[in-house]
Each structure stands twice: as structure tokens, then as C-alpha cells.
């Protein structure tokens, strides 16, 4: 009977494999994102693309005027599957961020009809190679699961250089990253996030993580994206105020860094390679300049888990 029993099992094994098998070539899944002037802003654009171009059927890049060689970059991938639109970029809106979520949208609504899954990916963001095994075949797992309408990620911010990342109260823990191609889903805000008729996507948390890498810069190159990135939040007078053409970036508002000791994705490697600066970060002085109350929250969740108050633009299906 033993033996039955193991055959039987053995059985009921190939017959889920074979059904994720049939599910993932019965899925079609398109990635896409927007960009503009990566060269000039050092976006590693072709590095976001290529880490997730295994899982994805056919890409959808949102290409912005640009005033470099940002085109020629994403034609250098050489892939049939990319299709790049052109799309022109409108600089009166400079409140909230709201540019970055309509090329967003302009991305998402040009995918192809027939796509299940949509698989969004930002200039300076990368998935390691490792997750793409578990990514597929949740995708596949909640393919028939109407109630599931994305996916969420977990997130490791690195700053300054590849060996620390944030983690603290400051560095959002989680986002959407795979959603359904429904056309009446739009990017929302400073396409952080995403809605559906304006209310939150109900999504399955998976244990993979996006690498974001928007903040491993030496600190003329942070000082640059500053300026760059809050010219789409805030106008000439605020601009004026606050970063001033004599504005240094100092590293220690971090609140809390980790050294990171794992390995980067492969298609970061020529990047990491090539770093051109030394950071010397003093992890104690810059743990000291977190608030009391940063602390005694930051160390709740630590313990528990729990991040207190969190700001969550989507909903958890257990």
C-alpha cells in the first residue's frame, strides 16, 4: 500500500507540473516602462529592461523626448520583443510628480490586447535573475484567480553605493510591480502605485524583491537628481528655496543603513564594476540622527514586523 501511495503522489506531482507547464505557455505577459534622458539622468535603463525581458512575451517602452541617445540605448538591446513609443512629455505638470504617472499610463495602455499579466519595471529599478522562476509561476498560479488583480513586491532600496541599503520608516517596503492588462487600471500619483476605478488593487504579496537603485550615485550625481527629480514636484520658487545652486548632499538622512551582503543581479555587474567613488559611511552617526520616535517605531517593527501607520496603495488577499 506504501508503494501505492508514493506512486500516487508522484503522480499528482507531474500532473501540477504539467498544469503549470500548460498555464505558462497559454500565459502572455508584457513588460513595460517609460524613461527620458537616461543617459544624462545615469538611468541603468537597459539594465531594468533586460532583468525581467526573460519572463516577458513582448516590452513596451514609453520613450520621452530626450535630449541624448536615450532611443539609440534601448535599440542597443537588439530584441524583437521591445517596441518602443514615442511620446512627448508634458512639463507644466509639475505637481506631485503627476508627468511620471501618465507616461505610465501611456506605457500601459499601448500593450498589446491579448496580454494577461502586465510586468512594470521604472529606469532605475532591476529584478535578480533568481526570482524569475517564483515570479513566473505565481503569475501562473493566479492566472484564473480573478480576485487577484496584481502582484506585490518587496523592495531593497541601496543608497549611496551597492554595498548599503535603507531600511527604515522613510524607504517604502512595498509596491505593485505585476498587474492585470486591464485598461481601466491607471498609474496613480507619481506612479508609485496603481488604482482601478480609484480604489485599491487587490494584490498577492510574493517573496521576491525589486533592487532599486535610483539613489547609488557619488554625491554630485545625488545633488543632480535632486534637482532633476523635484523639477516634476515643485516650481521655480520652491526650487529657489530649498535647493539652491549651493546645496550639498549629505548621506547621513538615510535614518538607518545595512550593509548588504548578497549578491546583484547579473545585468548590474558591468555597472558595479565600473563604480568611480568611495564611500565611507558612518553607519552609528547616521543611526543617531533618527528621531526618538523613528526609533521606538523602527524598533516595533523589527521585532513584530509591523510597520506602524503604514501607507499601503493596495489591498492584501491572503
Not at 71 to 89: A, F
Not at 127 to 140: F, G, N
Not at 159 to 164: A, M, N, T, V
Request: hydrophobic content about 40%.
Amino acid at each position: 500500500m506504501r508503494h501505492i501511495a508514493v506512486a500516487d503522489q508522484k503522480e499528482k506531482t507531474l500532473v501540477n507540473y504539467s498544469c503549470l507547464l500548460i498555464k505558462a505557455r497559454l500565459m502572455k505577459v508584457a513588460g513595460f516602462t517609460f524613461i527620458r534622458n537616461a543617459i544624462k539622468n545615469d538611468y541603468p535603463i537597459v539594465e531594468a529592461i533586460t532583468s525581467i525581458l526573460p519572463v516577458c512575451d513582448e516590452f513596451v517602452v514609453a520613450l520621452g523626448n530626450s535630449e541624448d541617445e536615450t532611443e539609440q540605448l534601448i535599440l542597443g538591446i537588439n530584441s524583437p520583443k521591445i517596441k518602443i513609443i514615442h511620446t512627448v512629455w508634458d512639463d507644466t505638470l509639475r505637481e506631485g510628480g503627476a508627468v511620471f504617472a501618465a507616461e505610465t499610463d501611456k506605457a500601459f495602455n499601448a500593450i498589446s490586447p491579448d496580454a494577461d499579466w502586465a510586468f512594470y519595471i521604472q529606469g532605475d529599478e532591476c529584478v535578480h535573475e533568481k526570482y524569475l522562476p517564483l515570479i513566473k509561476q505565481k503569475m501562473a498560479d493566479n492566472l484564473n484567480d480573478k480576485e487577484i488583480e496584481g502582484l506585490l513586491f518587496k523592495y531593497k532600496h541601496f543608497y549611496g553605493s551597492y554595498d548599503y541599503y535603507g531600511h527604515s520608516r522613510r524607504w517604502y517596503r512595498r509596491e505593485i510591480r505585476i498587474l492585470r492588462n486591464n485598461k481601466a487600471i491607471h498609474s496613480y500619483r507619481d506612479a508609485q502605485g496603481f488604482r482601478l476605478a480609484g480604489r485599491k488593487i487587490k494584490v498577492k504579496l510574493i517573496n521576491a524583491y525589486i533592487y532599486h537603485y535610483g539613489w547609488v550615485k557619488p554625491p554630485a550625481g545625488l545633488k543632480n537628481k535632486l534637482f532633476n527629480f523635484n523639477k516634476f514636484y515643485h516650481d521655480d520658487a520652491w526650487m529657489a528655496q530649498n535647493l539652491p545652486e549651493t546645496f550639498e548632499f549629505d548621506y547621513k538622512n538615510a535614518d538607518r543603513l545595512i550593509r548588504f551582503t548578497d549578491g546583484h543581479p547579473a545585468v548590474m555587474q558591468k555597472r558595479i564594476n565600473a563604480i568611480n567613488w568611495n564611500l565611507d559611511i558612518d553607519l552609528d552617526e547616521i543611526h543617531k540622527k533618527m528621531s526618538l520616535r523613528r526609533k521606538l517605531l523602527q524598533k516595533i517593527e523589527d521585532v513584530t514586523g509591523w510597520r506602524v501607520s503604514e501607507y499601503r496603495n493596495y489591498k492584501i488577499i491572503k
